[in-house]
């Protein structure tokens, strides 16, 4: 498993830290939404700058996913997709750069990147271990916590301890 030159222990290592992070930012995403906002806009600055770089340097790398994809994504990576790699791919960086950029708003814009992430990371699931699986999958999960809790709705405050009392004790 030397994908792009690496080593299997250097592979496994991101592999589990991936998954550590998409863990770690469902808890985020509702204790700390803001952190969570910031994390998924470098996650997906991240990758949109280097998908771009890669789909210009070396497109045919992505022919490597084929290896740990589910069978129909196999077909379709070593089939119609060789003809069309770079450009696909500079389409789906604009995409993981736009769902970046929805990370520094709030509310539609917020909700509408969120979404767009969570189809996204659903779509690369079925690319198995090269895609970190299940990563993408825990990170959607992520993103929707994030969606309800930083969203047009987590405008409304919860109310104070006080008033939670009082309006008990109106019961």
């Keep these: 498993m030397e994908t ?4 299997p222990l250097a ?3 991101a592999y589990a830290a991936s998954n550590l992070v998409a863990i770690t ?9 803001g952190f969570t906002r910031a994390a998924f806009f470098m996650i997906f600055i991240g990758a949109a700058a280097a ?6 340097d070396s497109p045919w790398a992505y022919q490597d996913y084929a290896d740990t994809a589910v069978p129909l994504y196999k077909q379709f990576i070593l089939g119609a997709f060789e003809a069309i790699i770079t450009p696909m791919i500079l389409l789906i960086a ?10 520094l708003f709030r509310g539609q814009p917020l909700i509408t990147g969120c979404w767009a992430g969570i189809i996204f990371g659903i779509s690369i699931a079925p690319l198995g271990l090269y895609a970190a699986f299940p990563a993408t999958l825990l990170m959607a999960v992520a ?9 047009v709705e987590a405008k409304k405050k919860k109310p104070s301890k ?3 009392i009082a309006a008990h004790a109106l019961k």
């Design 162 to 164: 006080l008033s939670r």
């Design 94 to 103: 604009l995409a993981q750069l736009l769902i970046a950029l929805s990370m």
């Design 4 to 7: 792009y030159g690496i080593s």
């Design 143 to 151: 993103l929707f916590v994030l969606q309800k809790n930083d969203g």
């Design 25 to 33: 930012l469902i808890w985020t995403a509702k204790k700390h939404p």
């Design 11 to 13: 592979f496994w290592g």
């Design 51 to 56: 998908n771009t770089y890669m789909a210009i």
